[in-house]
């Protein structure tokens, strides 16, 4: 497994872990504490991103069971297909900084969107779906930047800075 190089310079040059959004950035070695996979092909696009949305049917079918088994059996089978998209959205990835409330932002490291960063939230339904600013997909560098930029014009200009990345994935219902 290589790290991205824009990623692997940081820790080089600046450091592992320290000053960045919310929490700041995690160390690499913190992934160690994560269900991660990270020399396993991350399983999603910027095409076919991790949308948890599709599970909300279930929840009316669960409502609407005739029976304790039916449920149960509907239950049981919307936890196995949500714990198959997460360990696709575990695969792949190192976490990169950690939002509160179960929301952390990720650095694909294998696969198709390698090198992009995207926003991980299995907590409130959403999944995970790549950051984008300016309707393209945003490197490590760049992520790191948009904090920092919102940072500084939090501290200049007295406004706040983003509440969380979840504004830069392009899903109405999150932001």
Not at 64 to 78: F, G, S
Not at 109 to 121: C, I, P, Y
Not at 167 to 172: A, E, I, N, R
Request: proline share 3%; net charge negative; charged share 25%.
């Amino acid at each position: 497994l290589t790290l991205p190089d824009d990623y692997r310079l940081f820790l080089k040059e600046i450091g592992n872990g320290g000053a960045g959004p919310f929490y700041g950035l995690l160390p690499l070695e913190d992934n160690e504490d994560q269900r991660t996979t990270p020399n396993t092909a991350f399983g999603f696009t910027a095409e076919n991103p991790c949308l948890l949305e599709k599970y909300d049917a279930y929840d009316e079918k669960i409502d609407n069971a005739k029976t304790d088994e039916e449920e149960q059996a509907l239950w049981d089978l919307k936890e196995f297909l949500l714990d198959a998209d997460y360990e696709k959205a575990t695969n792949g990835i190192t976490f990169l900084c950690h939002e509160g409330c179960c929301m952390f932002s990720v650095l694909i490291l294998k696969g198709a969107e390698r090198g992009t960063v995207w926003w991980f939230n299995f907590s409130d339904q959403v999944g995970v779906v790549p950051i984008v600013l300016e309707k393209q997909q945003v490197s490590f560098l760049d992520w790191y930047e948009m904090w920092l930029d919102a940072s500084l014009d939090s501290v200049k200009n007295g406004t706040k800075a983003f509440s969380t990345y979840g504004q830069f994935v392009g899903l109405d219902n999150i932001v």
